[in-house]
């Protein structure tokens, strides 16, 4: 097992663990949210024919001029054609997305001519290919239309539906939906609707949390527990219980070096392969994560914030690797401080921030039992190892 290591080893050793879930079939119409685990290519031109690309009169370039009079010979609408002839003082009259015929190479703005209906009468001259949406403008048949790993959602949806591939005899190789257990310790814990707390107690938030952000992130959860106790071989039998019907496995509480961290004895009742402890961080630097039965267990700090800083830092990339989806952290932007953050540390730190056009404001309390400063702000700002940032320090935001 590798000890106080660095985020970057951290994250290597996350993906390099596991495997994305084998690929199961599904219909394209009931694919949203799934991760392709194959490349998707173009049956078909797009747009399949040339195309107006606004509304106007095709015609053909070569006989334009300003003050020149065509005949409008048809007015084709989107969805409607015309394969007639085109003579050198005719027009069509076309709508935007309508078919461009086939004699004629160019298409001149309505507000460029005193149009009509019968006669058209045109300010300029246009080039040939004017105004001009080729066929396969978008994308070529055969065009690597969607890379596996893509999430389909949004325009990967509507670039499916456009290639015709939204039909329910299409089927997709997906990456099956991820199921993930959740499991939160700690003897100081009380549920959440405890009417009152006893001496030396205190809400459980993590579960609420943390099963909230999986949710967003489109994991099924199969298992929420929450043990209320520090025992060793009850949580083994907890996790024990969960690995048949889950992908992953989630902890919170218990990995530091006090006498309650109860996974240092839990993971040898369960045979665990212990791959690292201790990540060079704050918050939440007593990250451990093992294999068991070959699959991941993740396990994060007890503390409120640093069980969310690192859910987003760690969990989110293994949620990535397992789905085959990139690497899954966070968007990382530059920022600049709007205040100085004194504060040094012998590693790098995650402190929450609220980024607004390229200004980076932190709230006061930073503490990683803290949640309710995390209230209203949209980062994770990254200070350095070391430093001592005076206001107008430009550092990395992570965007949650």
């Not at 685990?37 to 334009?64: C, K, T």
């Not at 001496?199 to 992130?217: E, T």
């Not at 790098?348 to 039992?369: E, I, N, Q």
């Amino acid at each position: 097992m590798e000890q106080n290591i660095s985020v970057e080893r951290a994250l290597e050793m996350l993906r390099s663990a596991v495997q994305p879930l084998p690929p199961v079939r599904r219909r394209a119409t009931e694919a949203e949210g799934f991760v392709l685990a194959e490349d998707v290519f173009a049956p078909i031109h797009q747009p399949p024919w040339p195309r107006s690309p606004l509304d106007g009169y095709a015609l053909r370039a070569a006989y334009s001029a300003p003050g020149a009079a065509k005949r409008v010979v048809a007015t084709i609408c989107a969805g409607s054609c015309y394969d007639g002839p085109v003579g050198p003082k005719e027009a069509v009259r076309l709508m935007t997305g309508a078919p461009i015929p086939p004699e004629c190479d160019c298409v001149i703005a309505q507000e460029d001519t005193d149009g009509g209906t019968e006669t058209v009468l045109l300010h300029r001259a246009l080039r040939p290919w004017e105004n001009y949406c080729f066929t396969g403008e978008d994308y070529r048949r055969g065009a690597l239309l969607l890379p596996q790993g893509t999430r389909l959602r949004g325009l990967a949806l509507g670039l499916l539906a456009s290639a015709g591939l939204l039909r329910r005899d299409v089927e997709l190789a997906v990456r099956p939906r991820l199921r993930a257990a959740l499991i939160c310790t700690g003897d100081e814990l009380v549920p959440a609707d405890t009417p009152e707390l006893g001496p030396g107690k205190i809400y459980s938030s993590n579960a609420w949390l943390l099963a909230s952000r999986l949710r967003m992130l489109g994991v099924e959860l199969t298992v929420l527990r929450e043990t209320f106790s520090d025992d060793a071989p009850a949580l083994a039998e907890t996790v024990r219980s969960a690995l048949p019907g889950c992908d992953l496995v989630l902890t919170t509480g218990g990995v530091s070096v006090g006498a309650k961290d109860i996974l240092h004895e839990t993971l040898p009742l369960l045979g665990a392969e212990r791959l690292f402890w201790r990540v060079r961080l704050k918050p939440g630097s007593p990250l451990m994560f093992s294999l068991v039965d070959g699959k991941p267990l993740l396990s994060l700090s007890g503390n409120p914030f640093a069980a969310a800083a690192t859910f987003e830092l760690f969990a989110r990339p293994l949620l990535a690797a397992l789905e085959g989806c990139g690497e899954g952290l966070p968007t990382a932007v530059r920022a600049t401080l709007d205040a100085d953050f004194p504060k040094r540390a012998s590693v790098p730190r995650y402190v929450r921030g609220r980024l607004t056009d390229g200004r980076l404001s932190l709230p006061a309390g930073h503490s990683s039992g803290q949640l309710a400063s995390g209230l209203g702000t949209n980062c994770l700002a990254e200070i350095p190892a070391g430093a001592s940032c005076p206001a107008g320090t430009e550092v990395r935001a992570w965007l949650l």
